[in-house]
């Protein structure tokens, strides 16, 4: 984390070499700690390609982060990128008592993101979940220098990752989907095979084309072209396995325009044509 030094002396970290298979396969741990900081403790760095999280079990920290502030209490962490600029200190009179882990590898960069544009930097999670209790279970690897942890860290990671990417999908009332949203996904998969596009779907829920755009991908993940193209070509390819029809019929009966259309599109996503994925489905 840095070249940190005003820690109280029962702090202690603990470094890692993941292996070359690891590291071009696997999500791995770089180093983990567990700090106790004096009141001088601060942060300052960019630039560095690791991922850091921070787990705050005690006392008070602050965090500066792609243009915004940030107050970490008991029960709340970080998850950052630290090749963008980044600033954490304690606070002066509650000293910050944290957890932390860098790793890297895989898509741990594109993860980073995909959380942040939704949830930010910030989390909360009670001492008990998955998150505090797998940033102990990475450590209790360090300290022990144990040959598995390549392959358990990263399922460690794996599943913090996990824990935090599905919170993007959750509204703020605790619904997994907002009614919108539901409202839209019943309407494409309904209405799949009929001519549809975002201004009329927009008109049909009520809502602006850019406030559906927003809303829409924030729970799902895909723009709502994005979901339909996807629903289509999966009952493409179930027709594809499951019945004789040939393709230019597929692609009528799935909403595409043309075969031209639907094969240009099979191919972007699946890497083959429709009849390669009829032959290899048999």
């Known amino acids: 984390m840095g070249n940190v030094v005003y820690v109280q ?3 202690w ?4 070499t993941a292996a070359g298979v690891a590291r071009s396969l696997f999500y791995y741990v770089e180093a983990g700690g567990h700090f106790w900081t004096d009141t001088k403790y601060r942060t300052k760095r960019q630039d560095l390609n690791s991922m850091l999280l921070v787990y705050t079990l005690k006392g008070k920290g602050y965090l500066e982060y792609r243009g915004s502030s940030y107050t970490l209490t008991e029960g709340y962490g970080f998850l950052i990128n630290c090749m963008d600029e980044q600033v954490y200190y304690t606070d002066t009179k509650e000293l910050w008592e944290i957890l932390w882990v860098h790793f890297n590898g895989s898509e741990s960069a594109g993860y980073i993101e995909r959380i942040y544009q939704t949830l930010g930097p910030l989390f909360y999670a009670p001492q008990s979940s998955v998150i505090p209790t797998n940033i102990r279970s990475i450590h209790t690897l360090l300290n022990a220098r144990d040959p598995r942890l390549d392959i358990q860290g990263s399922c460690l990671i794996v599943q913090i990752l996990t824990e935090l990417l599905l919170r993007t999908f959750i509204d703020d009332d605790g619904s997994a989907l907002p009614p919108l949203v539901e409202t839209v ?16 779907i927009a008109r049909s829920v009520g809502v602006s084309k850019y406030h559906l755009s927003r809303t829409f991908k924030k729970h799902t ?7 339909l193209l996807n629903y289509r070509l ?7 396995q499951h019945t004789d029809l040939p393709v230019e019929e597929i692609a009528y009966r ?4 043309s075969s031209s259309h639907f094969i240009r599109m099979f191919r972007k996503y699946e ?10 489905s048999m």
């Open 185 to 200: 996904i019943k309407k494409l998969e309904n209405e799949y095979n009929k001519p549809l596009n975002l201004d009329n």
């Open 221 to 227: 993940g895909f723009s709502p072209y994005e979901y």
């Open 271 to 280: 890497e083959m044509t429709p009849l390669q994925f009829r032959k290899r």
């Open 9 to 11: 002396d029962r702090s």
């Open 234 to 240: 999966t009952r493409g390819k179930t027709l594809l």
């Open 13 to 16: 970290s603990a470094y890692h």
């Open 254 to 257: 799935v909403g595409f325009s």
